[in-house]
């Protein structure tokens, strides 16, 4: 059955190429959340024609769910003929904004060179419809597994996902006992099995002044400056500090194996985006969004401090300095049992399928197996799909359709060994 299974799948390269390029044609873009509904569609129908169960699930209240741009998530559910393990599979359908430097058509899904270029190809269309059809040759080639198969495809990942599997897990869609195992098909490349991420903490921080004119800015008080001085501070005792941190987690690439901190955005006086001149004005006000990603040897509590009692002690020794700090998101370190049963199987897999033993890494960025392990309460899952990491979110973004076809054929060996798992 297991030669049979990968025989479907060298079958279906054509079918699975077709799958993809239809998943990319949908500009699912997130923000403002753009097609999620009729991808959602495309997919259940699909399904629903192989046995499966579905149901479509709004995220009504989620951040970004509107009228014009609901949070619509598809899961589709195929029972067995007997009773067993229910292995899912979730795949998000968002995508991030184009970005410049494009040299092919970003939603056409163009195919060169044994490559799927666009939008999403990588980050993560080719490794759902890679799930996709690796359950559809399984269901062709062993209709009577027991357990149940689920496969979900869900929204707004790339915004931290609360209108898709935070949503979806609130309700028990991703918790005991009707989900065992979880396999995200996201780009860690094909050869690699990943157990966790690293932690997040994105916050703002605002520092305040007093306006006036800028021929007299000593009659003000910028706040622009009194973020510079701030900055200085990250520059000469916090970052100093997180590139001497280094985890005992297999993060890759070995950069991200140290604490990191981005600043993300960064903006003080006057609105831009007009083409007239500006006014002479001191700024009153100056705002920063921070990225801080943390090891699982650093507590979230420590984190925040850092940042905080830089502000603190500079409010303390620099005159007039006012600041306000805001937390946006925050997330532990996720990680899964590396001889658990999902990612043990899915090594096993790797080696009967690729030849190589399995690299067993972590993520240096979160991805939907926080709300799983932490509101689902389910630890046995992975990340594990085709697509180059550095790849993601790239200009030319591409997938390979030789890992596709690689990771299909892993996904259904791992799906048709879990599902006759009795331990």
């Known amino acids: 059955?297991?030669?049979?299974?990968?025989?479907?799948?060298?079958?279906?390269?054509?079918?699975?190429?077709?799958?993809?390029?239809?998943l990319i044609r949908f500009p699912t873009v997130?923000?403002?959340?753009?097609?999620?509904?009729?991808?959602?569609?495309?997919?259940?129908k699909r399904l629903a024609k192989r046995g499966f169960d579905i149901e479509y699930v709004r995220a009504r209240g989620a951040p970004g769910d509107s009228d014009a741009?609901?949070?619509?998530?598809?899961?589709?559910?195929?029972e067995g003929s007997d009773p067993g393990p229910a292995v899912h599979f979730n795949g998000h359908?968002?995508?991030?904004?184009?970005?410049?430097g494009w040299t092919v058509p970003p939603f056409d899904g163009v195919v060169r060179d044994g490559k799927v270029y666009g939008r999403g190809a990588c980050d993560m269309k080719g490794g759902l419809?890679?799930?996709i059809v690796a359950v559809e040759a399984l269901i062709d080639t062993?209709?009577?597994?027991?357990?149940?198969?689920?496969?979900?495809?869900?929204?707004?990942?790339?915004?931290?996902?609360?209108?898709?599997?935070?949503?979806?897990?609130?309700?028990?869609?991703?918790?005991?006992?009707?989900?065992?195992?979880?396999?995200?098909?996201?780009?860690?490349n094909?050869?690699?099995?990943?157990?966790?991420?690293?932690?997040?903490?994105?916050?703002?921080?605002?520092?305040?002044?007093?306006?006036?004119?800028?021929?007299?800015?000593?009659?003000?008080?910028?706040?622009?400056?009194?973020?510079?001085?701030?900055?200085?501070?990250?520059?000469?005792e916090l970052y100093p500090l997180l590139a001497a941190r280094l985890s005992a987690m297999p993060v890759v690439p070995d950069g991200a194996r140290?604490?990191?901190?981005?600043?993300?955005?960064?903006?003080?006086?006057?609105?831009?985006?007009?083409?007239?001149?500006?006014?002479?004005?001191?700024?009153?006000?100056?705002?920063?969004?921070?990225?801080?990603?943390?090891?699982?040897?650093?507590?979230?509590?420590?984190?925040?401090s850092e940042v905080s009692g830089i502000l603190e002690d500079l409010a303390r020794s620099r005159p007039d300095f006012q600041f306000d700090l805001r937390e946006m998101f925050a997330v532990e370190p996720s990680i899964s049992d590396r001889n658990g049963p999902v990612a043990a199987t899915t090594a096993a897999a790797i080696q009967e399928v690729l030849e190589v033993e399995a690299g067993i890494v972590c993520s240096p960025g979160t991805y939907d197996q926080k709300h799983i392990d932490r509101i689902g309460k389910l630890k046995d899952c992975i990340a594990y799909g085709p697509g180059l990491l550095d790849l993601a979110h790239q200009p030319d973004e591409w997938v390979g359709i030789d890992d596709m076809t690689a990771a299909a054929k892993v996904m259904a060996l791992t799906a048709s060994r879990l599902l006759r798992r009795t331990a």
């Open 190 to 236: 094909v050869d690699r099995v990943c157990i966790g991420h690293r932690g997040v903490w994105w916050a703002e921080i605002e520092t305040r002044g007093h306006m006036a004119h800028g021929s007299m800015p000593f009659l003000g008080d910028s706040a622009i400056r009194h973020m510079a001085a701030v900055l200085e501070r990250f520059e000469q």
């Open 142 to 188: 062993d209709p009577d597994h027991p357990g149940a198969i689920e496969i979900s495809a869900t929204v707004d990942e790339e915004s931290g996902g609360f209108g898709g599997v935070a949503y979806l897990a609130e309700r028990g869609w991703f918790s005991a006992p009707r989900v065992d195992h979880v396999i995200i098909p996201e780009p860690l």
């Open 93 to 100: 359908i968002d995508v991030v904004e184009l970005g410049s």
């Open 69 to 78: 741009y609901p949070r619509v998530n598809v899961v589709a559910r195929r």
């Open 258 to 304: 140290q604490s990191t901190m981005n600043i993300n955005s960064l903006h003080g006086g006057q609105a831009e985006g007009h083409d007239g001149l500006p006014t002479p004005c001191v700024a009153d006000s100056c705002r920063m969004i921070i990225d801080r990603r943390f090891l699982i040897e650093e507590s979230l509590d420590d984190v925040r």
């Open 129 to 131: 419809a890679s799930a």
């Open 1 to 22: 059955m297991q030669q049979q299974v990968l025989d479907r799948i060298d079958d279906r390269v054509d079918d699975l190429v077709d799958l993809t390029r239809d």
């Open 30 to 44: 997130n923000p403002p959340g753009d097609a999620y509904q009729p991808c959602a569609e495309f997919i259940g």
